[in-house]
């Protein structure tokens, strides 16, 4: 069998491992609450700020592959990469860690009454719109991304294109729909 089979193969098992273990650790961030001495909530911003970062590098990767450098859309792919496990290590330890912010949630008590709830009425189907798409769409593009990027690792770049063509857009679309569910919920966190 080819060398760049068999890695592919091994490196497939490890990205299924991953997104598997990546599951089951947000399901249950919601459910378990930790107090580890620190407030974490100074993160969110933070997340925004990774995301919105990735998906300016996620351009910059298109720009350069279109352009036909390689190399640098390489390096941007990498960055890319790195900036989302930096987001997703840090997205668990905050939801691990810290309370839920309610949309809509104005005097911060974990409740949403039915002022608060009138208050945000429409806006607050929109902003769960927008969070259930863009969950669902990072959950389900997660094996695919570390899936494209292993097609690149082990040299397969015509399966690597054939998949990124798909994998890239939705990506792209997290890490902007990210910042902006990020910026609807701003005015709820303490």
């Known amino acids: 069998m080819n060398k760049n089979l068999v890695l592919e193969k091994k490196l497939n098992t490890v990205a299924y491992i991953l997104t598997f273990v990546v599951l089951i650790l947000v399901g249950l961030m919601r459910r378990f609450k930790f107090d580890v001495g620190i407030d974490f909530g100074f993160l969110a911003p933070f997340h925004a700020s990774v995301n919105a970062l990735t998906a300016l590098v996620l351009i910059l990767g298109l720009y350069f592959i279109k352009s036909k450098n390689m190399e640098m859309h390489r390096r941007a792919m990498i960055t890319a990469l790195g900036l989302s496990v930096l987001f997703l290590l840090s997205y668990v330890i905050y939801h691990f860690t810290t309370p ?91």
């Open 100 to 190: 839920e912010t309610l949309f809509g949630d104005a005097n911060h008590d974990g409740v949403l009454d039915t002022q608060e709830l009138s208050l945000v009425s429409g806006s607050r189907t929109a902003y769960l719109t927008l969070l259930f798409s863009h969950i669902v769409l990072a959950a389900l593009s997660l094996p695919f991304i570390l899936l494209t990027f292993i097609r690149s690792y082990t040299n397969q770049f015509e399966r690597h294109k054939k998949l990124a063509r798909y994998v890239f857009p939705v990506w792209l679309y997290v890490a902007i729909t990210g910042p902006i569910c990020y910026y609807f919920l701003m005015p709820y966190y303490k």
